[in-house]
């Protein structure tokens, strides 16, 4: 039998829903699908333009994408639930415990998870703003928390393509579905965003309460945004193979699988923005008469 296509291969996906959890997930899952659909069909699609064919099953076919409920971090490692299927096809994790004791509902992580696949499947884009620096090109994150009903089911607020282009004023066009944004690369008070200089990755946070709660209560550990920072040049090296090690046919599998296998310490870094911190810390390379380092010669992010 011929291998299934690789997630790019120009069709829109199939996307399963897969209930491997042993916990109550608090929704019936078909309910929670349907007002999933019905997010994508009425919101998301007009804007991204991005369709995907979305049900629940036991058994997924091997050229379906999937999202899988699991207890939490540990269960995706003993199942062999990395960042792709064994066919090679985007998985996502929805983390139900987690979640839970995170306070957070698991129809928002759902949705959150579902709209960043779509866009990005491989978590591996970024936009470049004006500053210089490139954002990850994740659609729920920097709006994390902001969520409304469809149908008495809870789902994520989204960011437009809008949110990712700097030359827009504040203000001047819908950044978001809520219309809580009003800028590009705005991090909303509980949200947070991967932002990089090109060498390495780090969260940036608006809110200290967020950023603690971040640390402590809501575990990523095999989160999209983990394996972002595993894939820099700065990231932390890695040992190939290991647990996930089965279906490596490609380079690209063989890179996500490769970076879906770290647990890394979070780096805290508010948003840069209101508070005048910079995460990259440039001001530290003043030298003591006040004069700016000029680049030739150095690094100027020196991390
Ligand atoms: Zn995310």
Not at 138 to 146: K, L, Y
Not at 159 to 172: A, C, D, G, L, T
Request: aromatic letters at 10%.
């Amino acid at each position: 039998m011929a291998k299934p296509p690789a997630a790019n291969q120009g069709k829109f996906p199939t996307i399963a829903f897969v209930n491997l959890a042993t916990v109550p997930l608090g929704i019936d899952l078909r309910r929670l699908v349907s007002a999933l659909d019905k997010q994508l069909q009425r919101d998301f699609v007009p804007i991204w333009g991005y369709p995907a064919t979305l049900y629940v099953t036991d058994k997924p076919k091997p050229n379906e994408w999937q999202i899988v409920f699991l207890d939490d971090s540990d269960a995706a490692d003993a199942m062999g639930y990395h960042n792709l299927t064994k066919d090679g096809q985007p998985v996502s994790k929805v983390f139900v415990k987690t979640t839970i004791a995170a306070k957070q509902k698991v129809s928002v992580t759902a949705s959150h998870e579902l709209l960043e696949m779509l866009i990005d499947p491989g978590a591996q884009m970024w936009a470049q703003a004006s500053n210089g620096r490139f954002y990850a090109y994740e659609v729920c994150d920097a709006v994390e928390e902001e969520e409304y009903v469809i149908d008495g089911v809870a789902v994520s607020d989204f960011v437009y393509p809008s949110f990712f282009e700097s030359w827009h004023e504040p203000m001047s066009t819908r950044f978001d579905h809520l219309q809580k944004v009003s800028r590009p690369f705005q991090t909303l008070q509980n949200g947070y965003q991967v932002v990089s200089n090109g060498a390495v990755a780090r969260e940036v946070f608006s809110s200290g309460p967020k950023e603690i709660n971040f640390q402590e209560v809501e575990v990523r550990t095999l989160h999209r945004s983990e394996y972002r920072k595993e894939m820099m040049p700065g990231g932390t090296p890695s040992t190939p193979g290991g647990a996930a090690g089965s279906n490596a046919a490609t380079a690209h599998a063989a890179l996500l699988e490769h970076a879906g296998q770290f647990l890394t310490t979070l780096a805290a870094m508010r948003d840069p923005l209101p508070g005048g911190r910079d995460p990259f810390d440039l001001m530290a390379r003043r030298k003591p008469g006040g004069v700016r380092d000029p680049l030739p010669g150095g690094d100027p992010f020196e991390l």
